[in-house]
Each structure stands twice: as structure tokens, then as C-alpha cells.
């Protein structure tokens, strides 16, 4: 026996993922709101992805694997808390993903090989110094790359606002 239209409906919301790229900037903390908002609201579930971005060749290796692994504690513990703080808006655990490489490259893989994320979550700059590299790399050079709907929230939206848009 086939789903019903609201079963498939209700199914297609459960399965919608939003990407959230975890990064160091101030506008990150609006993005993941707006994307545990948008989740919580209409449904879904958030992916936070952190890369680790890979410093330039070291020539003593083990002093390299030794600042890698650290790296990644660091990451795992960001990610952690950041999961905490996901499950208090959306009362969900969202998925975790950490990469090494460059963030554009490895967010747009992410994008190519992950047939679950809906949506991609960034922020803009709260003051007028411009979108930021990332979001200029991707509604420039590399849109063609970006295969889902992407979400660009005002880096200076308040908690309010954020609370009528989603």
C-alpha cells in the first residue's frame, strides 16, 4: 500500500537537511540559529560541517601529526558544544562532519557527495565590509558547483527578526 500525499510530505521535512558551515567568523553563530529555526519550524535536521584547514608542510612529521591531531580535538570539541546548543533549538542531534583541506573545496565535495543536504546555511558579514570570500566564491566563480538552494542570512539580524523570518 502506497504513502499518502501528507505522509510523503511529512517524510520529505524529516529528511530535509541544512548545511551549516562552521567556521570562525561572528556571522556563524546567525547562520546556525536561522538554519535550528528553519528546522525546528518546518522540519528537518541541521549538518554542521568544520574543516581543518592544513598548515604548510612541516619537516619534522611527527610535529605535524601531533598539531593535525590537535586541530581535531579542537574541532571535535567546537562541534560538541555547538551540537549541545542544536538539540536545545531543534531537540534533535544534528550530523557532524569534519574535513581537512580548504573550506570552499571541501564544502563543495561535501555538496556533490551528500545526496541529503537540502539546503546550505551562511551568513553575511554584519558590517558593510562585503559577503566574505565563501559566499563571493560561491554565487561567482563556483556557483555552477553548488547543487542545492542556498540561504544567505543577514549577519546582523537580530534574534526578533530571525524569529518572524523562519
Given at each position: 500500500?502506497?504513502?499518502?500525499r501528507e505522509q510523503q510530505e511529512a517524510a520529505s521535512k524529516r529528511d530535509r537537511v541544512f548545511l551549516v558551515m562552521v567556521d570562525d567568523s561572528p556571522e556563524r553563530?546567525?547562520?546556525?540559529?536561522?538554519?535550528?529555526?528553519?528546522?525546528?519550524?518546518?522540519?528537518?535536521?541541521?549538518?554542521?560541517?568544520?574543516?581543518?584547514?592544513?598548515?604548510?608542510?612541516?619537516?619534522?612529521?611527527?610535529?605535524?601529526?601531533?598539531?593535525?591531531?590537535?586541530?581535531?580535538?579542537?574541532?571535535?570539541?567546537?562541534?560538541?558544544?555547538?551540537?549541545?546548543?542544536?538539540?536545545?533549538?531543534?531537540?534533535?542531534?544534528?550530523?557532524?562532519?569534519?574535513?581537512?583541506?580548504?573550506?570552499?573545496?571541501?564544502?563543495?565535495?561535501?555538496?556533490?557527495?551528500?545526496?541529503?543536504?537540502?539546503?546550505?546555511?551562511?551568513?553575511?558579514?554584519?558590517?558593510?565590509?562585503?559577503?566574505?570570500?565563501?559566499?563571493?566564491?560561491?554565487?561567482?566563480?563556483?556557483?555552477?558547483?553548488?547543487?542545492?538552494?542556498?540561504?544567505?542570512?543577514?549577519?546582523?539580524?537580530?534574534?526578533?527578526?530571525?524569529?518572524?523570518?523562519?
Open positions: 500500500m502506497g504513502e499518502t553563530a546567525v547562520a546556525l540559529r536561522y538554519a535550528c529555526l528553519r528546522a525546528r519550524n518546518g522540519g528537518g535536521r541541521l549538518m554542521l560541517l568544520r574543516v581543518i584547514e592544513l598548515e604548510g608542510m612541516t619537516e619534522w612529521a611527527g610535529v605535524g601529526a601531533m598539531m593535525a591531531e590537535e586541530r581535531r580535538d579542537e574541532a571535535e570539541k567546537l562541534l560538541s558544544g555547538l551540537a549541545a546548543q542544536v538539540n536545545e533549538i531543534t531537540g534533535g542531534l544534528p550530523i557532524l562532519m569534519i574535513r581537512e583541506g580548504q573550506p570552499r573545496d571541501e564544502l563543495l565535495a561535501l555538496l556533490e557527495e551528500d545526496p541529503r543536504i537540502s539546503i546550505l546555511v551562511l551568513a553575511s558579514a554584519g558590517d558593510s565590509s562585503g559577503p566574505g570570500p565563501l559566499i563571493s566564491a560561491l554565487t561567482g566563480r563556483y556557483a555552477s558547483r553548488v547543487r542545492v538552494p542556498m540561504t544567505i542570512v543577514p549577519g546582523n539580524l537580530d534574534d526578533k527578526e530571525m524569529e518572524r523570518v523562519t
